[in-house]
């Protein structure tokens, strides 16, 4: 079972700066994705790759703000948040498909491994 941890989560101000983490128990070449949740709302899809980088896909709300990435070797998938806003407040979690390994899905329910998620709150 994979496991994934995440980190990088924190208070900032906006138009600030931040970059998360997420490490995986071990290598795979599966679709992997940051969600994120804001009390009260749904969870909802924020970034999603390929193992390769490639078929990168952004919600519309972060595009052009934030850089999805994997660094295979180290096991480990970064979100960089570039340019944060109030409204990018929730906790964000990464996750896993195993059923997929190309064309990311931005639907969560077809996400099997999770991580707990990591709390960023962007002051105004």
């Known amino acids: 079972q994979l496991q994934l941890v995440e980190s990088g989560g924190g208070l900032v101000q906006a138009g600030d700066s931040l970059r998360l983490s997420c490490v995986a128990s071990?290598?795979?070449?599966?679709?992997m994705a940051w969600f994120r949740q804001a009390p009260g709302k749904e969870r909802e899809f924020v970034a999603a790759?390929?193992?390769?980088?490639?078929?990168?896909d952004y919600a519309d709300s972060v595009k052009g703000r934030f850089t999805i990435s994997r660094d295979n070797a180290e096991k480990t998938m970064y979100l960089r948040m570039n340019s944060l806003k109030p409204e990018d407040t929730a906790v964000y979690y990464c996750?896993?498909?195993?059923?997929?390994?190309?064309?990311?899905?931005?639907?969560?329910?077809?996400?099997?491994?999770w991580g707990q998620g990591t709390q960023v709150t962007v002051s105004s």
């Open positions: 996750a896993a498909d195993r059923h997929r390994y190309i064309n990311p899905s931005r639907l969560w329910g077809d996400y099997d491994y």
């Open positions: 790759t390929m193992y390769n980088n490639a078929n990168t």
């Open positions: 071990e290598r795979s070449t599966y679709v």
